[in-house]
């Protein structure tokens, strides 16, 4: 079978695919979950900072268990929202406001979120500062990370961040049982872009990628395995050591070749997380072709679904019109 | 017509979550598709579990929805009595929820038309008064034919009802601004005798003044040969209008919805 050859360096796939990538909007059915490659938006405690923080840690609110991958995200995403509107050390401004206030605010942002939503209009945030947030704007970190909490708790909504260039926020349906793992893979999964970029590269070929194919297809976005990047950091060490601890990626060497090769395969957590459906949407999102361009690998994907939901009958309900969502 | 707050600790789970999504998704439903919501979340999320009694559903969720300042409100249709619910905020100012929907000038076309409607004595203002007002209005400037479709855009999202070129206040539109309207108009807002609450359309006593909504006037009166005015006695004048029966209305099918020109039904 030819596909199975075929490398994942499409010739077209040009450099702004990190970019590109981000412009799905939130209906996109979420396959992937529209993080991009940016960690801003994930959600991993050991991921490497943004960078400094200009605004200045007025309140410390509490974390969540539950929702730390989230909140932690949103924060580094509001760090530099706030962080735009640069405020010198010199100029504190206004005392903190009561933590009444902030709760307040949280709360009108929770509504103004979900009646943006309702009326399916984009969620901005320089318009939540605007509308909202207001003379607040300083504490924009904790009354967002409040708001999420919420959102999550009340109403099962996370409330992402979609689009780090622009900006856009969107609300996350989370409780769909069919998207549950899914959601799981958002919260808790690492460089989610990058990480797939290498699953599906691994699918493709039907075998494990050596560590010289899967630097091809990194080049193509930019990363080296010598070059510090600005968000992944050593991105070698990433793949070869993190990703591989948390069982995301084995890394092997391959027998019988000299000098010594490497190779990647799936890791046990990635078989469990992932679905191969899920690959094939990513693949077809980066590549803006349909899945069934991969004819067997879409095939292989079919079946793995259909035995998924033959394995979990429960989950699977019919529904009905009024539930439209 | 108020949820009753209870005290009991009331736990979210996945049923009470989508349920909240869904309500917040359609904006206002009548019971029967309320009924019909809380079936599928407990299809998707918990099919073994026994379906709550639905007015315990609610309250159970607004428990937790009231520290939050928001909750699902039950309110009744004034023209024909159909209870209807919406998730409804209570904190914020009025016209909050419009506010994304709609430019400075259309909200206070909404405001201007809203002054007609308290102000008059049938709770209906004429198109043509409202119209006439288009020069007051602030922000950009708007043309009597722009506010005509404005208008139109505020009966497609259920916040005006027009009735023969006459508009009037919606159910949802009540139901989510009861607290400003009696705060914004505190001397011409006007009571129902019987429920004690909001009163936009109704009848009234030609003696006394008193007033009541239709479907509290088909309530009280049911079965009385001689309806007599509750407050001075007199021989009340009025058509008594049926009660509501959410069962006759399912078996006369989708027909009843054409009878007046409210595109509330279609969601």
Same mark, same amino acid.
């Given at each position: 079978m030819s596909e199975q050859s075929k490398d994942l360096s499409d010739p077209n796939f040009a450099g702004e695919a990190p970019n590109s990538e981000m412009?799905? !909007?939130?209906?996109?059915?979420v396959g992937v979950p529209?993080? +991009?490659?940016? +960690? +801003?938006t994930l959600a991993e405690p050991q991921s490497p900072p943004l960078g400094p923080t200009a605004a200045p840690q007025a309140v410390p609110p509490p974390q969540s268990p539950s929702d730390e991958g989230d909140p932690k995200a949103l924060q580094q995403a509001a760090e530099q929202g706030c962080a735009l509107? !640069? &405020? !010198?050390?010199?100029?504190?401004?206004?005392?903190p406001p009561a933590p009444a206030q902030l709760v307040q605010k949280a709360h009108e942002l929770m509504w103004y979120v979900l009646v943006k939503d309702q009326k399916k209009m984009i969620i901005w945030f320089p318009d939540m500062v605007k509308d909202v947030i207001g003379t607040y704007k300083k504490w924009c970190r904790s009354i967002l990370r409040r708001t999420s909490l919420i959102l999550a708790r009340v109403f099962g909504l996370h409330l992402r961040l979609t689009n780090l260039r622009t900006m856009e926020f969107a609300l996350v349906k989370a409780l769909d049982p069919e998207e549950l793992d899914r959601v799981a893979l958002s919260n808790r999964m690492p460089m989610t872009g990058l990480l797939l970029m290498i699953l599906s590269l691994i699918y493709v070929k039907g075998r494990g990628a050596r560590e010289s194919a899967v630097w091809n297809v990194l080049r193509i976005l930019g &990363?080296?395995?010598w070059k510090k990047h600005s968000t992944f950091g050593d991105v070698r060490k990433l793949i070869t050591e993190e990703f591989v601890q948390q069982n995301y990626l084995k890394y092997q060497r391959v027998p019988y070749v000299e000098p010594p090769e490497y190779e990647f395969f799936w890791g046990s957590r990635a078989s469990r997380e992932i679905t191969k459906m899920q690959i094939m949407e990513f693949l077809a999102r980066v590549f803006k072709k349909d899945p069934q361009a991969w004819p067997s690998r879409y095939r292989e994907a079919l079946e793995e679904a259909r035995a998924l939901r033959e394995a979990n009958p429960g989950a699977y309900c019919p529904r009905s019109s009024v539930s439209e969502d | 017509m108020h949820s009753s707050t209870r005290k009991a600790a009331a736990i979210m789970t996945d049923v009470h979550r989508r349920f909240l999504q869904l309500l917040m998704t359609h904006g206002v439903l009548e019971e029967w598709e309320i009924k019909r919501l809380q079936k599928h979340c407990y299809k998707v999320h918990d099919c073994n579990a026994t379906v709550e009694k639905l007015e315990d559903f609610i309250n159970n969720i607004n428990s937790v929805l009231e520290s939050l300042y928001i909750e699902i409100k039950k309110g009744v249709?004034? =023209? =024909?009595g159909r209870p209807i619910y919406a998730l409804v905020n209570l904190a914020t100012t009025p016209i909050s929820k419009m506010a994304t929907d709609f430019a400075e000038n259309e909200l206070d076309l909404f405001r201007k038309a809203l002054d007609l409607i308290m102000d008059s004595e049938t709770g209906f203002a004429s198109s043509t008064n409202i119209l006439n007002l288009v020069d007051q209005l602030k922000g950009k400037k708007m043309r009597k034919k722009e506010a005509e479709q404005v208008l139109q855009k505020f009966a497609q999202n259920k916040w005006l009802i027009e009735k023969e070129g006459e508009f009037t206040l919606h159910g949802r539109a009540i139901l989510e601004m009861e607290q400003y309207i009696r705060e914004t108009y505190p001397d011409s807002v006007k009571i129902c005798n019987i429920c004690h609450s909001l009163l936009i359309q109704g009848q009234s006593c030609e003696t006394c003044g008193i007033r009541m909504h239709l479907p509290c006037v088909a309530k009280y009166f049911k079965s009385n040969s001689e309806p007599r005015c509750p407050h001075c006695n007199d021989y009340w004048p009025h058509e008594i209008p049926e009660v509501f029966d959410p069962e006759k209305e399912r078996e006369a099918g989708i027909s009843k919805s054409n009878r007046r020109s409210l595109r509330s039904r279609q969601h």
């Open positions: 412009h799905d !909007s939130p209906g996109v059915p529209p993080t +991009a490659f940016p +960690a +801003a509107r !640069s &405020l !010198s050390p010199a100029q504190l401004g206004p005392a &990363l080296r395995p | 249709t004034e =023209d =024909d």
